[in-house]
Nanobody
Framework: QVQLVESGGRLVQAGDSLRLSCAVLGGSLFNYGMGWFRQAPGKEREFVAS????????DYADSVKDRFAITRDNDKAMVYLQMNSLRPEDTAVYYCARHDHYSSSPYAYGYNYWGQGTQVTVSS
């Protein structure tokens, strides 16, 4: 049974940096793309960032491009989201997800395993 466990979310101030971590338990990370999504109160879940199976290709939502960076360590079965220059509008629950393919995509339907989420709150 594959489990994804996010950590690192907390309350920060605007302009701060934060790194989220996602541990993939009970399954392989090597052959699968990974993604981060977020959901703010009253809003739909939205794509944040994705990375393919070997880390060679990344993709970002326009709203986080040049501020966030997704990386992965396949040997440790970990995926990370480095978030810099945080803004109040980045406040959301952040979810890690494993794609069903070695590539990745910005569409939630391609991901078949999801974590429970970690709360990030950015105060102004």
């Amino acid at each position: 049974q594959v489990q994804l466990v996010e950590s690192g979310g907390r309350l920060v101030q605007a302009g701060d940096s934060l790194r989220l971590s996602c541990a993939v338990l009970g399954g392989s990370l090597f052959n699968y793309g990974m993604g981060w999504f977020r959901q703010a109160p009253g809003k739909e879940r939205e794509f944040v960032a994705s990375i393919d199976s070997n880390g060679g290709t990344t993709d970002y939502a326009d709203s986080v491009k040049d501020r966030f960076a997704i990386t992965r360590d396949n040997d440790k079965a970990m995926v990370y989201l480095q978030m810099n220059s945080l803004r109040p509008e980045d406040t959301a629950v952040y979810y890690c997800a494993r794609h069903d393919h070695y590539s990745s995509s910005p569409y939630a339907y391609g991901y078949n395993y999801w974590g429970q989420g970690t709360q990030v709150t950015v105060s102004s």
